[in-house]
């Protein structure tokens, strides 16, 4: 039995079970059949969470990118390893081989090595999604240099305060980005930060929307004339398992941005064996993951963990309303798309909008269908099974975090009967334990409470760049000898795991628990309803009260706000109960999201409880105005 492809069911249960009495051994096996290594580890792992630290591998030697590109350029050379869709329908594709991945890749750490760029220094990234953004990443990993990718929609203070944590010498961005009938003038924005940062030697830009940029002399060149001039090899640098590959903020929706460092060794294990299962990746297959590579989704699952498997993966620039809402489907019928995975924000706005759509286009390439980054309502799971998968595709409910490195918690398709709104059962090697407010384990199965876990995997983010100390109070000193990972969960009868939200949104209601999520899921199950937020204020006699802040979709505008109110707490009550009853609703035009589309709930929060006097860091709020209408009318 190999451990590295789950087929069905009883196969994961062996292999979970196998994977916990001996972890050690398990990813042991993992890594030596599935990986090239310059040299083997001397110990698969150490750990001690009280310090904490996590070293899996440790002694071995190897490049990254000898596992996603080089070692497959004589099975599978000319097999496209990135299928790039531009912004624009008309704009042709570009399939880039694994060979030319090869050579593109060379050229690019070549230019970094000329440009004073070496193993262990820091290179921010502000790229938009085009082919030189995952070639990027690649370069610095073949030289050994730690890549930081900040997000290219990201204000300048925002790229600032990161290049200025990590200390980066150098940055890449280009000339400007397309975003649907929109062009960002990318340069001028990190001409705006770098007035901050004293760290940076050189910029170098790529050439995408031909904007008129200024180059400062001596610190700012044109990438393509250095490409072509490049030599095409680079022998690769040879890292230590525990070397770092790269850092990454997390997408700031709870407060200042952290830079959790990834190391080497344990993440590319991690990464492709989950890649490998979560998404039943088959030779032929053409996987689509729409997240952008700024955040953690797009860095495992667009990079690292597809190109480790020899897959074929797509980078789309664009967004999904451009030129029209059908757009992510109409990509899905030109490449033939297998595997498509995407957010629930993304699912919920392309379900507000007219069906045809979707039906328009041919599906029926779709094998597999996923989700990540917030709990799923019911509602939008529902019309993606339904109207994207045709209820043929599994979804897969992958939850995971930016700490985390790869997927831990997720259904394996056509092995794990689904269940909307559950992401199921660990993966392999990882060990949930449900915890109550005193710190001790919740066992048993129909209980909830916070999610730690037990046991380093090995894509466990190794600290905080230069915070330890803020890593250790972080994840490790909520729960003794545990990984905390901020979210609340709930067990159901057969072991499945639901995430009901993060524990600061966690709300005690007259002593009772109150997960956000399956509330926000009763509330979006009215048909006037597009989207809601629920959040705690202070309250004499209950301790808290909820606070519900409701989007209403275009039907429900002209209904009777009074009578709206009141259907939504009827539907609270029969879905949880009358002790989730909202004590105030507020219907508001929009919602504050974080650029990956996450609701800042602590800035509704504020709100709700009239402390609006510092709002903390809204620097990467997508829309920043909504809060101000908000504030302006609010209960
Ligand atoms: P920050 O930590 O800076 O506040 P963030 O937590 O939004 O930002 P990420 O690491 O991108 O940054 O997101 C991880 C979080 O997203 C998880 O902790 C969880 O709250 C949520 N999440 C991700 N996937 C799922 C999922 N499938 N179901 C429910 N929640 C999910
Ligand atoms: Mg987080």
Known sequence: MSNYHIKHLEEYFQVYRKSIRNPESFWDEVAEEH??????????LDWDFSKPEIKWFEGAKLNITENCIDRHLHIRGDKTAILFEPNDPKEEAQHITYKELHEKVCKFANVLKDKGIKKGDRVVIYLPMIPELAISLLACARIGAVHSVVFAGFSSTALSTRINDCGAKMVLTSDGSFRGSKTI???????????????????????????????????????????EKAYADCEPEVMDAEDPLFILYTSGSTGRPKGMVHSTAGYMVYTAYTFKNVFQYREDDVYWCTADIGWITGHSYIVYGPLANGATTVMFEGVPSYP??????????????????????????????????????????LKILGTVGEPINEEAWHWYNDHVG????????????TETGGVLISPIPFSTPT????????????????????GNEIKGNQVDGRLCIKFPWPSIARTIWGDHKRYKETYFSAFDGKYFTGDGALRDEV???????????????????????????????????????????????????????????????????????????QVITEHIGPIAKLDKIQFVPGLPKTRSGKIMRRILRKIASKDTSNLGDTSTLLNPEVVEKIMEESL
Not at 191 to 213: F, G, I, N, P, Y
Not at 324 to 351: C, M, S
Not at 560 to 568: A, C, G, H
Request: with cysteine.
């Open 185 to 227: 003038d990318l340069k001028g924005i990190v001409d705006e930060a770098l007035t901050q940062c004293d760290s940076v030697e050189s910029v170098l830009v790529a050439k995408r929307t031909k904007t008129e940029v200024t180059m400062e002399e001596g610190r700012d060149f044109w990438l393509e004339p250095l490409l």
């Open 495 to 569: 072991g499945y795991y639901r995430i009901t939200g993060r524990v600061d949104d966690v709300i005690i209601v007259s002593g009772h628990n109150l997960g956000t999520a399956p509330i926000e899921d009763a509330i979006n199950e009215h048909q006037a309803v597009a989207e809601s937020a629920i959040v705690g204020f202070p309250h004499d006699i209950k301790g808290n009260a909820l606070y519900g802040y409701v989007i209403l979709k275009e039907t429900g505008e002209s209904r009777n706000r009074e009578n709206l109110k009141k259907e939504i707490n």
């Open 324 to 365: 029209d809402f059908g757009r992510f489907w109409e990509i899905v019928q030109k490449h033939k798309i297998t595997q498509f995975y995407t957010a629930p924000t993304a699912i919920r706005a392309l379900a507000k909008e007219n069906l045809d759509f979707v039906t328009e286009y041919d599906l029926s390439s």
């Open 390 to 401: 045709e209820k043929k595709c599994p979804i897969v409910d992958t939850w995971w975090q």
């Open 419 to 438: 269940k909307p709104t559950y992401a199921t059962l660990p993966m392999p090697g990882v060990q949930p334990a449900l915890m109550d407010e005193n």
């Open 35 to 44: 990986f090239v290594w310059r040299k083997k580890w001397d110990k698969v």
